[in-house]
């Protein structure tokens, strides 16, 4: 089963970007795809967009399109995502997890630590 | 876009109670329904896919049933362990996908 570490918690100002990391180890990195969610302090759980690696195949949520960046480094069995142009309500704590792929059989059941960013001047 | 509204937004049970949490779609997404439990400070933790097929190693009081656009999460005999945070999430619409807002069973 595959394991997710999550990069280290990080203090953004306004309008700079930020970038969080996904490594996966205990499996193939090529057998997911991987999906970011993010969580606002005190409240839900909101999808942001996925990626899968074996295909190069991404997905964005629309209110993210164009600020939402989703990459990943095989070589290195690690995917990142990059947020541009912050603000404060961006400060939240995101997650990466894994998925068998983009179909509706797909779940979310293996997730990363979280990663703390605060958008603050 | 899909929406999921589940209910209540919390609960207070008492251990050993039976608990019930609904999620309605604003579309039929077939069976393409999973629920997730968060405790604070922790990722969420996948519990049952598929509307009703629990993940390995969930215990058995949890239970999950519906189709089209109303769905349940049971917890029969609710253990201290289970006050945590629910929430429901469709995957009809991959790969664009949404989550209910939560309900948050309280002491």
């Known amino acids: 089963q595959v394991q997710l570490v999550q990069s280290g918690a990080e203090v953004k100002k306004p309008g700079s970007s930020m970038k969080v990391s996904c490594r996966a180890s205990g499996d193939s990195f090529k057998a997911y795809a991987i999906i970011w969610v993010r969580q606002a302090p005190g409240q839900g759980l909101e999808w942001m967009g996925g990626?899968?690696?074996?295909?190069?195949?991404?997905n964005v949520a629309q209110r993210f399109q164009g600020r939402v960046t989703i990459t990943t480094d095989e070589s290195m069995n690690t995917a990142y995502m990059e947020l541009t142009s912050l603000r404060s309500a961006d400060t939240a704590v995101y997650y990466c997890a894994t998925t068998s792929g983009f179909n509706p059989e797909a779940s979310f059941d293996n997730w990363g630590q979280g990663t703390l960013v605060s958008v603050s001047s | 876009d899909i929406q999921l509204t589940q209910s209540p937004n919390s609960l207070y049970p008492s251990v050993g109670d039976r608990v019930t949490i609904t999620c309605r779609a604003s579309?039929?997404?077939?069976?393409?329904l999973n629920w997730y439990q968060q405790k604070p400070g922790k990722a969420p933790h996948l519990l049952i896919s598929g509307s009703t097929n629990l993940q390995s190693g969930v215990p058995a009081r949890f239970s999950g049933s519906g189709s089209g656009t109303d769905f349940t999460l049971t917890i029969t005999s609710l253990q201290p362990d289970d006050f945590a945070t629910y929430y429901c999430q469709q995957s009809d619409s991959s790969p664009e996908y949404s989550f209910g807002q939560g309900t948050k069973l309280e002491i």
């Open positions: 579309q039929d997404i077939s069976r393409y």
């Open positions: 990626i899968v690696p074996v295909l190069g195949t991404r």
